[in-house]
């Protein structure tokens, strides 16, 4: 079986499986470190094994890749890139800076390498108003989540300037709707909403509570017998496993189709082979290393 020869190689103590909430069972059954965006960013400095297998979106293993310059970042399918992303390139921060020179620039780790690269910090969403907070600057240039930026707005005093205007998640955004969870409120009366906070603010105000996905992991083990769960569907995998004796209702149409490219065949082909390397820029990436390990301080 395919997973025994994973497991094999495995075996080697070369190689060490990182997969986000939202992959697919068989990834996360696999994997020897399950997590969100923040959780994956720390568990990667403290890996031992020349190889880290970043079974996530590839600006995840680009991350993977800033913060560990000494080991080899591989990524089983390296077209799984995300859209949102690539709605805020270095470029569009530069152009944001020059408009407003006494601004700091905050920017999600769901950037690519370039734009980390032009930001004072990064943040994560289980973060972002720590790291606001411990800026000196009243003015924010945040990007590239919209929605995020407007979580951020409500919990803190500075001015969030949302860079670009329309950056969203299309998951979050389209495909996890009020209507979505009023529906299955209707079906689960007694349930807690746990939103994430890329969906729309009109999600996120029907929301008991607003979290990240490891977040949504501490509040289920606090909190109700019942969830329904406003991020990626494969969340609910996660919380199942943690949670066996607990329901989570799932939006099923809430799907990443990029997050689900990895598969087992193509996990024990890049262990194998070695070929799908995940590089940066040096320039690049010690400019981003400073802003994710300027995050990765604030505790």
Same mark, same amino acid.
């Given at each position: 079986?395919?997973?025994?020869?994973?497991?094999?190689?495995?075996?080697? $103590?070369?190689?060490?499986?990182?997969?986000? +909430?939202?992959?697919?069972?068989?990834?996360?059954?696999?994997?020897?470190?399950? $997590?969100?965006?923040?959780?994956?960013?720390?568990?990667?400095?403290?890996? /031992?094994?020349?190889?880290?297998?970043?079974? $996530?979106?590839?600006?995840?293993? =680009?991350?993977?890749?800033?913060? &560990?310059?000494?080991?080899?970042?591989?990524?089983?399918?390296?077209?799984?890139?995300?859209?949102?992303?690539?709605?805020?390139?270095?470029?569009?921060? #530069?152009?944001?800076?020059?408009?407003?020179?006494?601004?700091?620039?905050?920017?999600?780790? &769901?950037?690519?390498?370039?734009?980390?690269?032009?930001?004072?910090?990064?943040?994560?969403?289980? &973060?972002?108003?720590?790291?606001? +907070?411990?800026? /000196?600057? +009243?003015?924010?240039?945040?990007?590239?989540?919209?929605?995020?930026?407007?979580?951020?707005? &409500?919990?803190?005093?500075?001015?969030?300037?949302?860079?670009?205007?329309?950056?969203?998640?299309?998951?979050?955004?389209?495909?996890?709707?009020?209507?979505?969870?009023?529906?299955?409120?209707? =079906?689960?009366?007694?349930?807690?909403?746990?939103?994430?906070?890329?969906?729309? !603010?009109?999600?996120? =105000?029907?929301?008991?509570?607003?979290?990240?996905?490891?977040?949504?992991? #501490?509040?289920?083990?606090?909190?109700?017998?019942?969830?329904?769960?406003?991020?990626?569907?494969?969340?609910?995998?996660?919380?199942?496993?943690?949670?066996?004796?607990?329901?989570?209702?799932?939006?099923?149409?809430?799907?990443?189709? +990029?997050?689900?490219?990895?598969?087992? !065949?193509?996990?024990?082909?890049?262990?194998?082979?070695?070929?799908?390397?995940?590089?940066?820029?040096?320039?690049?990436?010690?400019?981003?290393?400073?802003?994710?390990?300027?995050?990765?301080?604030?505790?």
């Amino acid at each position: 079986m395919l997973k025994d020869k994973i497991l094999e190689l495995k075996k080697t $103590g070369d190689f060490v499986i990182l997969a986000h +909430n939202y992959q697919i069972p068989d990834i996360q059954d696999i994997a020897d470190f399950r $997590g969100d965006s923040l959780e994956l960013c720390r568990i990667s400095q403290d890996i /031992d094994a020349q190889y880290i297998v970043f079974c $996530g979106v590839t600006f995840m293993a =680009e991350t993977a890749a800033i913060l &560990n310059p000494e080991k080899t970042v591989l990524i089983p399918d390296n077209t799984s890139r995300c859209p949102l992303a690539a709605m805020l390139p270095a470029e569009r921060i #530069k152009e944001a800076k020059k408009k407003y020179p006494e601004a700091a620039v905050v920017v999600y780790v &769901n950037t690519l390498a370039e734009a980390k690269a032009e930001a004072d910090i990064t943040c994560t969403s289980a &973060n972002p108003v720590k790291v606001v +907070n411990s800026l /000196d600057k +009243n003015t924010i240039l945040f990007g590239p989540d919209k929605n995020l930026a407007w979580y951020t707005q &409500n919990h803190t005093e500075k001015k969030i300037l949302p860079l670009p205007k329309f950056g969203h998640c299309r998951v979050h955004e389209f495909m996890i709707t009020k209507e979505d969870v009023l529906s299955l409120k209707k =079906e689960h009366p007694d349930a807690l909403v746990l939103a994430h906070p890329e969906c729309l !603010p009109e999600v996120q =105000e029907l929301a008991d509570y607003i979290c990240s996905t490891s977040q949504m992991l #501490k509040r289920a083990a606090l909190d109700s017998k019942e969830f329904i769960i406003g991020t990626e569907k494969e969340m609910c995998y996660r919380l199942k496993k943690e949670f066996p004796e607990k329901e989570f209702y799932s939006i099923e149409k809430a799907i990443c189709t +990029n997050m689900k490219k990895h598969t087992l !065949p193509k996990l024990y082909r890049v262990m194998k082979k070695k070929d799908k390397v995940v590089t940066v820029d040096h320039d690049i990436a010690q400019r981003a290393r400073r802003a994710i390990e300027r995050m990765l301080e604030l505790r």
